[in-house]
């Protein structure tokens, strides 16, 4: 996938876009991103997303931005996966916000883009205060050579697929329902890093994952499924959080695989999330962790033969 930083130059050849944050790239992504690649391919134009880099919400309001489900990479992974071919991703700054609606159109849907099909989800606003919409956008194709569509919700079992819904399923531990608006297990990707080798000394040797996640979307001990080591995941036990016992400050993935001994430091894994275990917590001792950690290994194998 090809990606573009900023909307200065124009993209080499006319696309259908759509627009958004795509955090998490839940079953709602999906469904635009698959509508959009349909009309790309009827069309014979380049199926193209817009995003914004910060997040709106964490430029304007930081202090309470909410987490974010997808690093950048993770969702240009995702987005390349489901079928997007360019990406142009606008720094999300004071002179972005403040474009009008019309600029906006004008300069990067126009200029930038090239635009000759748009898909917008159905509650899609834009431009300084929000003052661009559907019917704008409509007045402003048919003036400038593009047609637009907009996409209805997704629901599953009565819930509007969302990317704060998919944050409610994290904080509360619930990894199926998360799975279920997103579409697939949760899952962080990280290279593996070299730790203090704890787990080692524990008898629980991990391969350690920085994360970029800041907050992070949820936190504890989960049974997982590791992708990235060769044709099939491989289970496991994952620590996701700052691991208080040992002082920890920074966030942390520690993942110990079953039946596993390889020398896998500077690897790019994917970490499915597939049940938590429980939640992350202190002990008062290097002892009373080692027990733990063996009564989290030994659930972890038994979620998995069920």
Do not use: W
């Not at 349909?38 to 914004?52: E, I, M, N, W, Y």
């Not at 635009?115 to 989800?121: P, S």
């Not at 509650?123 to 409509?138: C, H, P």
């Amino acid at each position: 996938m090809r990606v573009f930083r900023g909307y200065s130059r124009p993209v080499p050849a006319p696309v259908a876009l759509a627009i958004g944050n795509f955090d998490g790239v839940h079953l709602g992504h999906a469904a635009l991103i698959g509508r959009l690649v349909d009309v790309a391919g009827q069309r014979g134009v380049v199926p193209t997303v817009l995003s914004f880099e910060p997040h709106p919400r964490e430029f304007f309001a930081p202090e309470s931005a909410p987490a974010r489900l997808s690093t950048f990479r993770e969702k240009l992974e995702l987005l390349a996966d489901s079928g997007i071919a360019q990406a142009m991703i606008c720094p999300f700054n004071r002179a972005f916000a403040a474009l009008s609606a019309e600029q906006f159109i004008e300069a990067v849907l126009v200029r930038g883009l090239q635009v000759r099909h748009l898909v917008i989800g159905d509650d899609f606003r834009f431009g300084k205060g929000r003052g661009g919409d559907f019917a704008m956008l409509q007045a402003a194709g048919a003036r400038h050579g593009f047609t637009v569509e907009a996409m209805g919700s997704v629901v599953v079992d009565g819930e509007r697929v969302s990317s704060s819904g998919v944050r409610r399923a994290l904080a509360d531990g619930d990894m199926a329902h998360a799975a279920k608006l997103l579409g697939r297990p949760y899952m962080m990707d990280g290279q593996v890093v070299h730790g203090q080798k704890l787990g080692r000394q524990l008898g629980f040797a991990t391969a350690n994952l920085r994360i970029k996640h800041n907050p992070l979307p949820m936190t504890g001990v989960f049974a997982v499924e590791v992708a990235g080591l060769g044709d099939q995941a491989l289970p496991g036990v994952a620590n996701l959080g700052i691991r208080p016992t040992v002082g920890g400050t920074r966030p942390l993935l520690e993942v110990h695989l079953f039946d596993f001994d390889r020398d896998i430091y500077g690897a790019h894994i994917s970490v499915r999330f597939v049940h938590k275990l429980r939640d992350e917590q202190r002990f008062p001792n290097f002892d009373a962790l080692k027990a733990q950690i063996a009564a989290d290994a030994a659930a972890a194998r038994a979620f998995f033969k069920r």
